[in-house]
Each structure stands twice: as C-alpha cells, then as structure tokens.
T-cell receptor, first 115, second 114 residues
C-alpha cells in the first residue's frame, strides 16, 4: 500500500514549456486535490476532484488544467510554464465517507522550478 | 470566506519541555473540522491531530493535544515532552463540511533544542 504517489519529484522547466504532474492513490479514495506551497503562504488549493469524472477550481487555478483519469489518478498540467509557477506541488486524497472521511493524505510533493 | 491565522512564524523549545502553537480561524459555518499537520524537512505532510467541531472534548494523540475553543474560534496545539524529531513546520487547517475544501494557515516553524 503506497498511499499517494507523485511523479516526478523534481523538475526544471524553461518559460513556455509544458508538463504534466502525475498523482495516483491506492486507498480507493473518492476525492483528490492539487495544492501549491510557496514560502510564507502555506498550501493553496489549485483544483480538486470530489469524485471520478468531476473537477472544480480552487483558490489559484489560473495557468493550470487537471484531468481525473480514473478513480486512482489525478494529473495537473501546466500548458505554458511561467516563473510564477515555481513552487512545490502536493497531491492529496480523501476518503469522503466513514470514519476520518474528512482527513486528507498527502503525496511527497514535486519541486518545480521554472527558469 | 474562511481564513486560518497562525500568528507565530517561528518558535523554539527545549527538549522535554512543553510548547503551544496557536491557530485562530474565521467562519460562519457550524459544522467543520480542524487539523494540525506536521511537515518535517523531508517535505512530507503528516497528520498530527484532528478535531470535529461538534465535539466539545479536546482531541489528544499521545504527546499532542489541542485546546479547541469554538466560541473564540481558537485551535491551539500543545506538544508535551518535546523531542528533537518534532522539529518541523506545523500547519493548522480548516475544512468546511459543506464544500470539503481545506484552508491552511501559513505555518509555524518549530525548532526543538537539545
């Protein structure tokens, strides 16, 4: 049981390049989330998916797109990377029902640098 | 809109001593959840403790306990018998039961001194 996995762990892009961050969970959770973490600002929600087939914008969605490929996978795409998107990106999942269904479990994060 | 405020950017404590991290939040909702997450240098976000707003009893997990004051909208974390491994960033988080979105505070960096 790996929990929440993210690939890659590190990435350097040039301005204007595109890339997709991958996230997968093996806990059979319904909801999945993408956050970015910047110094002094805590975690901010980019997008989330309450269940398979649905996605919704969070606090900072501009410049990003997401795909809930199936129940296990939730990807985040940067179509044209900008230096302002330099950050650490976290994926998380949540069960949504039953005991502790409110609790999110996080992946190890991806450190992205845009030059 | 909900907000979460952690007013202590950095704190330090001697090993084996007790330290309290503060967190306040603002919401008009009555049904919600509160969390403390720990982020060590490894960057992994680890759940420390959670509290349901409808429960009056304060949550405890081994050396970690909270002081939940619903009327004051305060949710502080007490770490007893601090250990070197407690050195980390600590984030307070709020989840609205209706939207299921989390709001995080800006974090408190805790250093445990030998």
């Amino acid at each position: 049981n790996a929990g929440v996995t993210q690939t890659p762990k590190f990435q350097v892009l040039k301005t204007g390049q595109s890339m997709t961050l991958q996230c997968a969970q093996d806990m059979n959770h319904n909801s999945m989330y993408w956050y970015r973490q910047d110094p002094g600002m805590g975690l901010r929600l980019i997008y989330y998916s309450a269940s398979e087939g649905t996605t919704d914008k969070g606090e900072v969605p501009n410049g990003y797109n997401v795909s809930r490929l199936n129940k296990r996978e939730f990807s985040l795409r940067l179509e044209s990377a900008a230096p302002s998107q330099t950050s650490v990106y976290f994926c998380a999942s949540r069960k949504t029902s039953g005991g502790a269904g409110d609790t999110q479990y996080f992946g190890p994060g991806t450190r992205l640098t845009v030059l | 809109a909900q907000t979460v405020t952690q007013s202590q950017p950095e704190m330090s404590v001697q090993e084996a001593e007790t330290v309290t991290l503060s967190c306040t939040y603002d919401t008009s909702e009555s049904n919600y959840y509160l969390f403390w997450y720990k982020q060590p240098p490894s960057r992994q976000m680890i759940l420390v403790i959670r509290q349901e707003a409808y429960k009056q009893q304060n949550a405890t997990e081994n050396r970690f306990s909270v002081n939940f004051q619903k009327a004051a909208k305060s949710f502080s974390l007490k770490i007893s018998d601090s250990q070197l491994g407690d050195t980390a960033m600590y984030f307070c988080a709020f989840m609205n039961s209706g939207t299921y979105k989390y709001i995080f505070g800006t974090g408190t960096r805790l250093k445990v001194l030998a």
